[in-house]
């Protein structure tokens, strides 16, 4: 009958609003209210107790009930054009939707990462995301110094052969070619726009009278600018992120049972990752209520961090002292002519066997301090900072030596060179005129270019990082994960339980690694500007080859922590290396004069001259002595301390507001502890009450039935009486075993109220209650 009247209206009303172009008032309210009801019976279908037939079918007559009436609530001609408007509006709905899921497709390596997080956890996704990072961060200054620096060289400047510096000398090009030759740079490359030597020192080149000079300097600003610029602002993005996604420490495994699955998934092969992600989510929290609940001998554990740190420092010490000692060999190497490849290449060597070995040695002493793996962690990446510091300033000191020796030097080549030409212009006797003979740019004699041979030097340490890493990963994973599987079936023991078993991803290496690489290629820029695309190329495999490996050949930590929910970690050690990688820039450029014969500021007696050179000749006279008083020391003192002061302020205000925000957080959880424990002591006092209640009825029942039993025989009217006057007894002796009858308040406020009639520890519950705090009353 309800299905019948149902159908009648919405035939009727459908025939009245297509038999005429207009409705009436009436007619429009009564669809506005069919139409709100039909929305509102779609949007709480699921709570209705109903067969599943009948909500399907209910939902698609509402469904399609909406969407052929709701284009009627406009008025007159209007209802089409709100007819189209609910359609766009749907319609965009809809792109938006699919653009962001197209936005998120595009994000490079996401379903990469995403999988390895779902087997290995956070803690080893966030390096891969770091990596993606710093992949996009090379990218843009690779464009930088590839757009304004190469491209104009290569297109304006000179062509090659034309001058000295673009051209190999004549001893070098019977082996210019040579593969030995060019993979240590040299010959042809060295001679190339990969290097600083190659450019000319031109005010400006080409018809566009390209600044070059002016360029390169600027663009060598930019590079350590805009790398400080993106790292502090993804220090702040993470800060402001964690702050406002903090999740709470109630309930972990409760919320992490019934609401981590996704019911959308349609993939068997994302279903497997999910449930590996959950899985891996659970040992995750595990791992952080057993170190928090951990009980530990404190004197035993103070004993073994000292004992470990002071291991690690001995180690620190002599893998300083061993660079030190190997760049010293070297220069005595260089002073030779014939050499072997291990003597020309074995700084690069020995500071990757270090790098190589020494983290798992700080890994197997951290065994000793039983730290949380998460702060474990931080000590590691740590220890390693400190152990590629020390070895990448030890390399510069001794690499320094080496530079102002070239620069003693080249004053030597330089007379040289001014009085060979001497002789070749002024070949002439006393009356006799010779022509001369065209002198070729091969021949010219010419310095050593100290800046081409720091930027080869730093060359070199690139790729031979990029070489062992590829080695370590081929030897070290790849390799011992082939022996383990298919040797563990004719072994004495289990080799996957015991030694060698499979690797596990070194976080702590790697993250290192990939930093200090990144500080080696802000220094090594400015002196070889082809060195950026050369780790462009290095970080694009390593993702590919980096995220094969760890998938084929790794597996999950023993004690899988949770990363944290910023990357502040690594970003304040990258802030840091790009401070120190600052410093030899800062000090070349301020301290040191370039090669004369060399390089785009060559003949200047500092690199920075070029700015002034540029203002004199470039811009008006005023800007000239505007600049000059903004570089007076003066004015720059004051405002680095003005900037030191704003820093410490807003660094006070941010951790008061901290401080704030953990005692709110302390506050709130406080109040929810006295509201949980009120409910619970209002939902005691109910059961006591009706537990009360219920025992009292039952003695007044057994009591009259004693009375009744010891009572003569009457006759029945006389029977019913008793009775009757029974059941107001007892009535009147329920109320009155409520002691909260003598109360001075009503009786009906007191059944209101029952916890008042309750006692808790020797005083009503009223006075306790009233003893709680106010706030926590609603």
């Not at 030190?324 to 030779?336: A, L, N």
């Not at 002493?365 to 020390?390: C, D, M, S, T, V």
């Amino acid at each position: 009958m309800w299905k019948q009247l149902k159908k009648h209206r919405s035939s009727s009303l459908a025939s009245s609003t297509s038999g005429g172009e207009s409705l009436s008032e009436e007619e429009l309210a009564r669809i506005l209210e069919q139409v709100e009801d039909k929305k509102k019976l779609i949007a709480t279908m699921r709570t209705k107790p109903w067969p599943m037939a009948r909500k399907l079918a209910g939902l698609r007559e509402a469904q399609e009930f909406v969407e052929k009436y709701e284009g009627a609530l406009g008025k007159g001609k209007g209802k089409r054009l709100y007819a189209y408007r609910m359609l766009m509006a749907k319609k965009w709905v809809k792109f938006k939707r699919d653009f962001d899921n197209f936005k998120t497709q595009c994000i490079p390596w996401e379903m990469k990462i995403k999988d390895i997080e779902s087997h290995f956890g956070s803690s080893v996704a966030s390096y891969f995301i770091f990596l993606r990072w710093m992949y996009g961060v090379n990218l843009v200054l690779f464009g930088l110094i590839f757009g304004l620096v190469i491209i104009p060289e290569v297109l304006m400047g000179m062509p090659y052969g034309s001058i000295p510096r673009k051209t190999v000398p004549r001893a070098e090009e019977e082996k210019a070619m040579d593969f030995s030759v060019l993979w240590d740079f040299e010959g042809y490359i060295k001679y190339s726009a990969l290097f600083y030597g190659y450019y000319n020192n031109q005010r400006t080149i080409g018809w566009l009278r390209y600044r070059l000079p002016m360029a390169y300097f600027m663009v060598g600003v930019s590079v350590f600018g805009y790398s400080l610029m993106i790292v502090i602002r993804s220090m702040a993005g993470n800060t402001q992120g964690s702050t406002n996604d903090g999740e709470s420490d109630n309930f972990t495994f409760s919320f992490k049972m019934f609401t981590s699955w996704d019911y959308l998934i349609g993939n068997s092969e994302t279903a497997d990752n999910k449930y590996a992600s959950i899985t891996i989510s659970f040992k995750e929290s595990i791992v952080d209520e057993q170190e928090s609940n951990k009980e530990e001998n404190v004197h035993l554990t103070r004993f073994l961090r000292v004992l470990a740190n002071f291991l690690i420092i001995c180690c620190l010490c002599g893998s300083g002292y061993l660079i030190y000692f190997v760049v010293k060999r070297s220069q005595e190497f260089s002073k030779m002519r014939n050499i072997s490849w291990y003597e020309r290449n074995e700084v690069e060597i020995v500071m990757s066997l270090l790098g190589m070995f020494c983290p798992p040695l700080f890994e197997t002493i951290a065994a000793l301090e039983n730290y949380h793996p998460r702060i474990g962690l931080k000590w590691q990446l740590g220890r390693i900072f400190a152990l590629f510091l020390g070895n990448l300033y030890t390399f510069l000191l001794a690499l320094m030596d080496d530079v102002h020796l070239k620069l003693s030097n080249e004053e030597t080549i330089k007379n040289i060179t001014h009085w060979t030409l001497f002789h070749y212009y002024n070949s002439s006797g006393w009356n006799e005129s010779i022509p001369r003979p065209p002198l070729h740019p091969a021949d010219v004699p010419r310095g050593s270019c100290w800046e081409t041979a720091v930027g080869i030097e730093f060359m070199r340490l690139t790729v031979s990082d990029m070489l062992v890493t590829c080695i370590t990963i081929l030897v070290g994973d790849f390799l011992r994960a082939c022996f383990v599987r298919f040797m563990n079936y004719c072994w004495c023991w289990d080799l996957e339980a015991g030694f060698p078993s499979y690797a596990e991803f070194d976080i702590s290496g790697n993250v290192l690694g990939l930093i200090f690489n990144q500080g080696m290629i802000w220094m090594g820029s400015f002196y070889a500007p082809g060195l950026v695309g050369i780790n462009v190329l290095r970080l694009l495999t390593s993702m590919y080859f980096q995220c094969w490996a760890v998938m084929s050949s790794n597996v999950p930590h023993e004690r899988v922590f949770k990363a944290s929910r910023s990357n502040n970690f690594y970003m304040g050690l990258l802030l840091l290396v790009l401070f120190l990688s600052l410093l030899p820039v800062a000090y070349t450029v301020m301290s040191l004069p370039p090669s004369f014969d060399c390089g785009p500021f060559s003949g200047k007696n500092r690199m920075y001259d070029v700015i002034q050179e540029t203002v004199e000749n470039d811009f008006p006279t005023f800007l000239g002595k505007i600049f000059a008083f903004l570089a007076n020391p003066g004015l720059i003192i004051p405002a680095i301390l003005l900037m030191f002061l704003a820093i410490y302020y807003l660094n006070s205000v941010s951790k008061s507001l901290s401080r704030a925000n953990a005692q709110l957080r302390k506050k709130i959880q406080a109040l929810r502890e006295v509201e949980k424990s009120h409910k619970s002591f209002k939902g005691r006092a109910t059961a006591r009450d009706s537990e009360d209640t219920a025992k009292g009825n039952s003695k007044n029942a057994t009591q009259l039935n004693k009375e009744g039993t010891t009572h003569h025989p009457a006759s029945p009217s006389q029977t019913l009486d008793q009775k009757a006057q029974g059941s107001r007894a007892s009535s009147s002796a329920g109320r009155t075993v409520s002691p909260a009858s003598q109360h001075p308040l009503a009786s009906d406020q007191t059944l209101a109220k029952p916890s008042l009639r309750l006692v808790l520890g020797g005083q009503p519950l009223e006075g306790v209650l009233r003893d709680l705090p106010t706030d926590s009353w609603d």
